[in-house]
């Protein structure tokens, strides 16, 4: 590792003007490429204290044995060079979008004497007018087949149109009229390709003069009597309304325009983006990169739209380009978007109206690729195994944490403190065995004191079970003394907790990492991946501890790793609880979220693990994970609170009289005020029931007037509006 003092420039050394600048390795090589408008001053951003600096810049600098850089003239040339030299030196540090694949465009191929539409790949070529990208393939072939009936323009091979050529005579799509058959000389070169003009103009997204066109031709047609030219025509703009359906109009004002949509964790981003032409989306597109430097979403949105057009001129930059957050600065980004187009590019963030709606659209799409990323990572048994060993080589584990739980701690400003537990085995959730808690021992807003409890909690019932099976013959101590509820004597505590099924082999360990009807499992303590196919599927319930009617016992099976959501004082906490309870045979860490750091008990310094470690992300993904089913929970406990009403109290009020009450009334707080006699007017409520709702309101506090936070309005008792709530969940945790 360098020390980044060893090759700093000199004082005076670095310019004041904007440039392009390259860190490199002991070897020569180019890790990391950087602009700025300021050489001088971003160059000492690198130099300051490691402590101070992003744990990613961190890694680049120390790994870096050297720096130079080149001066240009303005910000532009300096974005210009940076995206070459990315490109030429594929450096390490750099965010690079990865294509997930690669798209296929619909291509027409102007360039030659008889122009071709064509499925078409990778780079593109000069002289070929493109369209797209699509998704799949078959939807190009799906809209080209419906638009050979009005444009028969070539889609064969150069060898089939030579073929034909050869032996004068078409092939099939030139006897049943989708090809004008240009090879037996049915139509000249000249009347070919203005055809060909004719359906880009088409797919450019100029349609409604041509369907204006054909419609007049058919009227004309029927009105000289000629049926069946009409009938051809009527066919024809029938065949290209289909093919428009297929790309259904998004934006009214037929904008040609780009939506770009990024959706980010710690780890990685994926970034989405629609094509949209003449108002309607002509092609999607998307890639997922690793975060290998500290950038932030602007940061990537610049990386962003290099990657979508470094390589790109005229007409295939679009008028607008609209993203999530726009690059500082963005005069450059946006003058450079523009020299490439030829004509000023708006680059710009949607504010309202149908452009807004359509980037959540294309937001929501880029989610949904992150996670499908992340799923199709983590069902990779090979990586599974790496990810394990990665754990416990870095935390010093014996052997490979088969069995993982999960804990975080969610509230509301201290309101409805909850927790969860999750439980990962073989690196593979088990939701049939997640938990969730109500911190009861005491109010308000404390993690740490609330993980002691969960964790407590939760191995008293582990102890609990033990002492019940005979496997515990050692004495507990008084604070870890259990009693038939799981609970410390003295504590009143008890787990609340969902019905679920434990997860154990007769032997106290899982059943090492099989995979359900393949005979495959991991070795443990090995992460070799191991094949006995003649072995039959092992019951994975089998040998486990059940209770009287068959069913698994709850938290009969202990972890061999618990993670806690936060840093050192969480890990501490939970620590002292098993250190209470006597057990010592369960590792405990915690993953900070700020800079993902896994702290371990009695560590002064937290364990950074490499950015591209399958161990970090398995830990990650637990975490969040956790993080979800807690927050899910938490935020149902409140709807409930919201909801309730004084009146679910009274015994013989049912849904029906309680709601005419308040319909009659409109407010709990009316309902209050009125007298007996008042509540008898209602229909169904007699003097009985009304004598029980009056003197259960009597007896029940008035609660705290809601707040509309949007308005400051002091609203009703009777519930909060969806704005309160919409505002408090920026607050929870």
């Known amino acids: 590792?360098?020390?980044?003092?060893?090759?700093?420039?000199?004082?005076?050394?670095?310019?004041?003007?904007?440039?392009?600048?390259?860190?490199?390795?002991?070897?020569?090589?180019?890790?990391?490429?950087?602009?700025?408008?300021?050489?001088?001053?971003?160059?000492?951003?690198?130099?300051?204290?490691?402590?101070?600096?992003?744990?990613?810049?961190?890694?680049?600098?120390?790994?870096?044995?050297s720096v130079e850089w080149t001066v240009v003239s303005t910000e532009v040339e300096?974005?210009?060079l940076e995206y070459s030299w990315i490109k030429e030196f594929d450096p390490r540090f750099n965010v690079k979008y990865?294509?997930?694949?690669?798209?296929?465009?619909?291509?027409?191929?102007?360039?030659?004497?008889?122009?071709?539409?064509?499925v078409m790949r990778g780079a593109k070529k000069k002289g070929v007018r493109y369209f797209g990208p699509y998704g799949h393939a078959w939807a190009i072939r799906e809209t080209v087949d419906l638009m050979l009936r009005v444009f028969p323009v070539r889609t064969c091979s150069a060898g089939v149109f030579k073929r034909s050529a050869q032996i004068g005579r078409p092939c099939l799509l030139g006897y049943i009229g989708k090809c004008s058959a240009p090879c037996v000389g049915r139509v000249s070169a000249e009347e070919h390709r203005e055809l060909a003009e004719e359906f880009c103009d088409f797919m450019a997204g100029r349609t409604g003069a041509y369907l204006r066109r054909l419609e007049r031709q058919m009227q004309e047609a029927a009105e000289e009597m000629e049926y069946e030219r009409a009938a051809r025509l009527r066919?024809?703009?029938?065949?290209?309304?289909?093919?428009?359906?297929?790309?259904?109009?998004?934006?009214?004002?037929?904008?040609?325009?780009?939506?770009?949509?990024?959706?980010?964790d710690e780890l990685e981003a994926a970034v989405q983006i629609f094509?949209?032409?003449?108002?309607?989306?002509?092609?999607?597109?998307?890639?997922?990169?690793?975060?290998?430097?500290?950038?932030?979403?602007?940061?990537?949105?610049?990386?962003?739209?290099?990657?979508?057009?470094?390589?790109?001129?005229?007409?295939?930059?679009?008028?607008?380009?609209l993203v999530p957050a726009l690059p500082e600065p963005v005069e450059p980004i946006a003058q450079w978007l523009s020299e490439r187009r030829g004509s000023q590019v708006s680059l710009r963030i949607p504010q309202r109206g149908d452009k807004k709606d359509l980037m959540v659209t294309v937001g929501r799409n880029a989610q949904q690729a992150l996670a499908l990323h992340k799923t199709k990572r983590a069902s990779d048994l090979?990586?599974?195994?790496?990810?394990?060993?990665?754990?416990?080589?870095?935390?010093?584990?014996?052997?490979?944490?088969?069995?993982?739980?999960?804990?975080?701690?969610?509230?509301?400003?201290?309101?409805?403190?909850?927790?969860?537990?999750?439980?990962?085995?073989?690196?593979?959730?088990?939701?049939?065995?997640?938990?969730?808690?109500?911190?009861?021992?005491?109010?308000?807003?404390?993690?740490?004191?609330?993980?002691?409890?969960?964790?407590?909690?939760?191995?008293?019932?582990?102890?609990?079970?033990?002492?019940?099976?005979?496997?515990?013959?050692?004495?507990?101590?008084?604070?870890?003394?259990?009693?038939?509820?799981?609970?410390?004597?003295?504590?009143?505590?008890?787990?609340?907790?969902?019905?679920?099924?434990a997860a154990t082999d007769g032997t106290g360990g899982i059943t090492p990492g099989i995979v359900p009807g393949t005979g495959t499992g991991i070795v443990p303590g090995t992460g070799i991946v191991t094949t006995h196919p003649d072995e039959p599927e092992p019951d994975p319930m089998a040998g486990r501890p059940t209770d009287e009617d068959g069913r698994p016992k709850r938290f009969a099976y202990p972890p061999q790793l618990v993670v806690v959501d936060g840093g050192a004082p969480q890990v501490a906490a939970a620590r002292r609880a098993l250190d209470e309870l006597g057990i010592d045979d369960v590792a405990v860490?915690?993953?900070?979220?700020?800079?993902?750091e896994v702290w371990l008990p009695e560590d002064d310094d937290p364990v950074v693990l490499p950015r591209s470690s399958e161990g970090l992300y398995l830990l990650q993904r637990v975490r969040d994970e956790a993080h979800r089913f807690a927050i899910t929970y938490q935020r149902s406990k409140r709807g409930k609170r919201l909801k309730s009403s004084p009146l679910d109290a009274v015994a013989g009020l049912g849904d029906t009289r309680r709601q005419a009450l308040l319909k009659h009334f409109g407010s709990v707080k009316k309902l209050r005020a009125a007298t007996v006699d008042e509540i008898c007017e209602v229909p169904g409520v007699g003097r009985k029931t009304a004598q029980t709702v009056a003197a259960a309101l009597a007896g029940a506090a008035p609660s705290a007037p809601a707040v509309n936070t949007a308005t400051g309005e002091i609203m009703e008792d009777d519930g909060a509006p969806p704005a309160a709530l919409s505002a408090e969940r920026g607050q929870e945790r």
């Open 1 to 65: 590792m360098a020390d980044p003092s060893s090759y700093r420039p000199k004082p005076g050394q670095i310019p004041d003007s904007p440039g392009v600048y390259k860190f490199r390795d002991e070897h020569g090589r180019v890790i990391y490429v950087g602009k700025a408008k300021s050489l001088r001053q971003r160059l000492a951003n690198y130099f300051q204290d490691l402590a101070g600096l992003h744990p990613r810049t961190r890694t680049m600098v120390t790994t870096a044995a």
């Open 78 to 80: 300096a974005l210009q």
């Open 98 to 118: 990865r294509d997930d694949k690669s798209y296929p465009y619909l291509a027409v191929t102007l360039n030659e004497e008889f122009p071709r539409a064509q």
């Open 235 to 264: 066919d024809d703009i029938g065949a290209l309304k289909r093919a428009m359906e297929k790309s259904a109009v998004v934006l009214a004002d037929a904008t040609d325009a780009d939506l770009i949509a990024l959706a980010e």
């Open 275 to 321: 094509h949209v032409r003449g108002g309607r989306v002509r092609g999607q597109r998307g890639w997922v990169t690793d975060k290998v430097e500290a950038v932030t979403t602007s940061g990537l949105v610049e990386h962003a739209l290099q990657q979508l057009y470094g390589e790109e001129r005229g007409d295939a930059v679009p008028k607008e380009v």
């Open 382 to 501: 090979t990586t599974r195994s790496r990810a394990l060993e990665e754990i416990a080589g870095a935390l010093g584990l014996d052997a490979v944490p088969l069995r993982i739980e999960c804990f975080d701690i969610s509230h509301l400003q201290g309101d409805d403190v909850v927790a969860s537990m999750v439980v990962f085995e073989d690196g593979l959730a088990r939701k049939s065995e997640y938990r969730r808690f109500q911190i009861k021992t005491f109010q308000g807003q404390d993690d740490v004191r609330s993980m002691h409890e969960v964790i407590g909690r939760r191995f008293k019932r582990y102890l609990q079970e033990k002492q019940k099976s005979g496997e515990w013959t050692q004495e507990p101590s008084a604070d870890a003394r259990v009693d038939d509820n799981g609970v410390t004597a003295g504590t009143g505590a008890a787990a609340d907790v969902t019905n679920g099924t």
């Open 589 to 596: 860490c915690g993953l900070a979220k700020r800079l993902e």
